[in-house]
């Protein structure tokens, strides 16, 4: 399963559970695997919408489908949106499974020991440990070949170029700046994991599974755009936040409508040349995630302090009363 390319040139990275899921899709022919994997992406992206929105999902659905991440992730037939899902319909068994099926989730578990919410971390973990388990008993070689044989860890067989604009991570961003010191990288992951880590624990649902999904992709060594399909909750809570007068969300709109397909294609197209190569604008679409990112934890930092500063205010002015 890891010995060559899959197609394209591009190797399986997946651990040897997610081939388990996978296997319906190899009874099919390609034309209805195709049809199929479409379909499932659709409800799951519906499903996603309306546990993140209510009655606005369908709103939440069309904007989503404007943005790179979902519209590549379907057209690809990517696993992305499984995950999102998964984690949404079940906090600790979803997270365990998703984690499973592609490693980055495993960040949700960090975040609930960051949130002291130990019993629900070591179910993710358990859940986690047992697709392991599983991926052992059905693919001993694979299994061996992945964990034990250092494979998890290699992210040049994701793409060769870690600096290349298709790298939508921290890393990415480092090595087209001309900084490759692992340490660096490093440190800074670390330092933007807590800082996000910690801002999501006071956050409600639906937030914090846009911040940490997307911290997940920033920290990690290489992220494709469509690994940024946590961006979907993220438009759910700007939406409502906007909708509730709440202002400092829109300082996000910007970087959101920077994640439209032709914006970033300017500077990290496939398959065709690239019309920024360098300067401010190119700095801008190449790193949009990232930066949406950080213009999305900023705003989570400014509301909670605009909330704290609400409720001084209201318990300043009772005490006033007679």
């Not at 399986?12 to 195709?34: E, H, K, N, R, W």
């Not at 499903?47 to 379907?74: D, G, K, M, Q, Y």
């Not at 999501?200 to 937030?207: I, P, Y």
């Amino acid at each position: 399963m890891y010995a060559g390319p899959v197609v394209a040139g591009l190797e399986f990275t997946y651990p040897p559970f997610s081939v388990i899921l996978f296997l319906p899709l190899s009874v099919m022919g390609l034309d209805v695997a195709q049809v199929a994997v479409v379909a499932i992406n659709g409800v799951l992206l519906c499903f996603i919408a309306w546990r993140c929105a209510a009655e606005w999902w369908p709103v939440v659905v069309v904007a989503a489908l404007c943005t790179e991440a979902v519209h590549t992730s379907v057209n690809l037939g990517q696993v992305n949106l499984a995950l999102v899902a998964l984690v949404l319909a079940a906090p600790r068994i979803g997270v365990g499974v998703a984690a499973g099926v592609k490693l980055t989730p495993l960040i949700f578990v960090v975040g609930m020991v960051v949130g002291r919410r130990f019993r629900d971390a070591g179910v993710a973990v358990g859940v986690a440990a047992g697709t392991v388990g599983v991926g052992f008993l059905a693919l001993p070689q694979d299994s061996v070949d992945y964990w034990l044989g250092g494979l998890f860890a290699d992210s040049g067989r994701v793409y060769a170029e870690s600096g290349a604009p298709h790298n939508q991570s921290l890393r990415g961003l480092l090595l087209r700046l001309g900084v490759e010191s692992p340490v660096v990288w490093l440190a800074l992951a670390a330092a933007l994991a807590v800082g996000a880590l910690v801002l999501a624990a006071k956050a409600d649902r639906v937030l914090a599974v846009a911040v940490v999904g997307m911290t997940g992709a920033a920290v990690s060594p290489w992220s494709w755009g469509h690994h940024w399909v946590w961006v979907i909750p993220l438009i759910a809570v700007v939406g409502r936040e906007l909708a509730a007068r709440q202002w400092v969300w829109l300082l996000p709109v910007p970087f959101l409508l920077g994640t439209l397909p032709p914006v970033l294609a300017t500077a990290n197209p496939l398959g065709a040349v690239p019309v920024l190569t360098s300067g401010p604008l190119w700095f801008l679409a190449s790193n949009t995630y990232l930066l949406l990112l950080l213009i999305t934890l900023l705003s989570t930092a400014l509301s909670r302090r605009q909330a704290s500063r609400g409720k001084s205010c209201l318990r300043s002015s009772r005490s006033e009363l007679p």
